[in-house]
């Protein structure tokens, strides 16, 4: 039914099979209260549907993408409890957003098109965090912790105002449309990396008294003038800091710049 409002109450469960868990759509609500659940062995997937979760859901995948059909059908999933996703979060247009003020787990995510995923409780990531797109947003006011972040494309909205733990390689590679756009820290903020890879265009923005600490090596390839760190123009110091930083490439035509 169309525009159905769907409450999931205290203690209870609902278990769905695959073929019912990739069409929630239509507009429909569902309200999942806390202490109750919603399982699926295979993929959920959303359409014009929002999910409020105060519980605990499970899935396989977990894709809010349109179809084909409906190309600009997306999906708000509020998260307040547990959201486990054993394999991959895609988030793939402007429609496909996801608040977690809980606790979010999954293997891979990537962020496509004009996605949002904003996260202002835990979230833990064991594979890929990609961010892949000129127009999203990814803000993380909480702790995130990934076993690897590759961010391209430049979008002006990828924003580290807490805690981001990436246990191996911290990517970054802009392209060339990237201008003055970049990751951005807010002031106090950390990010811990195990590695660290820019290639041609690259800007890292940092708030004062933030931090960005590499335990392995930082390889700056520089195919631009002007590409690099920034640190804030007032109100105290930024430190980058790893335990080697090498050039990409031998000869490099152009210097890594390390501002402020």
Same mark, same amino acid.
């Given at each position: 039914q169309k525009?159905a409002e769907?409450y999931?109450?205290?203690?209870?469960?609902l278990k769905?099979?695959?073929?019912?868990?990739?069409g929630?759509r239509?507009?429909?609500n569902?309200y999942?209260a806390?202490?109750?659940s919603?399982i699926?062995?295979?993929?959920?997937?959303t359409?014009?549907?929002?999910?409020?979760?105060?519980?605990?859901?499970?899935a396989k995948?977990?894709n809010p993408?349109?179809?084909?059909n409906?190309?600009?059908d997306?999906?708000?999933?509020?998260?307040?409890g547990t959201f486990?996703?054993?394999?991959?979060?895609g988030l793939g247009?402007?429609y496909?957003i996801? @608040? =977690?003020d +809980?606790?979010l787990?999954?293997n891979t995510? !990537?962020l496509?098109?004009g996605s949002k995923?904003?996260n *202002?409780?835990t979230?833990?990531?064991n594979?890929?965090?990609r961010?892949?797109?000129?127009?999203?947003s990814? @803000? =993380?006011? +909480?702790?995130?912790?990934?076993g690897?972040? !590759?961010?391209?494309a430049?979008?002006?909205d990828?924003? *580290?105002n807490?805690?981001?733990?990436?246990?191996?390689?911290f990517y970054?590679?802009l392209g060339?449309n990237?201008?003055t756009? +970049?990751?951005?820290?807010?002031?106090?903020s950390s990010?811990?990396?195990?590695?660290?890879?820019a290639?041609s265009?690259?800007?890292i923005?940092m708030?004062?008294?933030s931090?960005?600490k590499?335990?392995?090596?930082?390889t700056?390839?520089?195919?631009?003038?002007d590409y690099?760190?920034?640190g804030p123009?007032?109100?105290?110091y930024?430190?980058?800091q790893?335990?080697?930083?090498?050039a990409?490439s031998?000869?490099q035509?152009y210097?890594?710049t390390?501002?402020g």
């Amino acid at each position: 039914q169309k525009n159905a409002e769907i409450y999931l109450i205290e203690g209870a469960t609902l278990k769905l099979k695959e073929s019912d868990a990739k069409g929630l759509r239509d507009g429909c609500n569902f309200y999942i209260a806390k202490n109750a659940s919603l399982i699926t062995d295979g993929e959920l997937k959303t359409s014009s549907a929002n999910i409020y979760n105060h519980g605990t859901v499970s899935a396989k995948d977990f894709n809010p993408a349109s179809s084909n059909n409906h190309p600009n059908d997306g999906s708000l999933f509020y998260n307040k409890g547990t959201f486990n996703v054993t394999n991959h979060i895609g988030l793939g247009n402007a429609y496909c957003i996801i @608040v =977690n003020d +809980g606790d979010l787990n999954a293997n891979t995510i !990537t962020l496509q098109g004009g996605s949002k995923l904003q996260n *202002n409780g835990t979230a833990t990531i064991n594979g890929q965090t990609r961010v892949d797109s000129n127009n999203l947003s990814w @803000v =993380n006011n +909480g702790t995130y912790t990934t076993g690897s972040f !590759t961010n391209y494309a430049g979008s002006p909205d990828v924003i *580290n105002n807490c805690k981001l733990v990436v246990n191996g390689e911290f990517y970054i590679n802009l392209g060339d449309n990237a201008g003055t756009n +970049g990751f951005k820290m807010d002031a106090g903020s950390s990010c811990i990396a195990g590695s660290y890879k820019a290639e041609s265009p690259h800007n890292i923005y940092m708030g004062a008294g933030s931090l960005f600490k590499v335990n392995g090596t930082a390889t700056m390839d520089a195919k631009k003038a002007d590409y690099g760190i920034y640190g804030p123009t007032s109100g105290g110091y930024a430190v980058f800091q790893a335990k080697d930083i090498v050039a990409g490439s031998a000869n490099q035509g152009y210097e890594v710049t390390y501002g402020g």
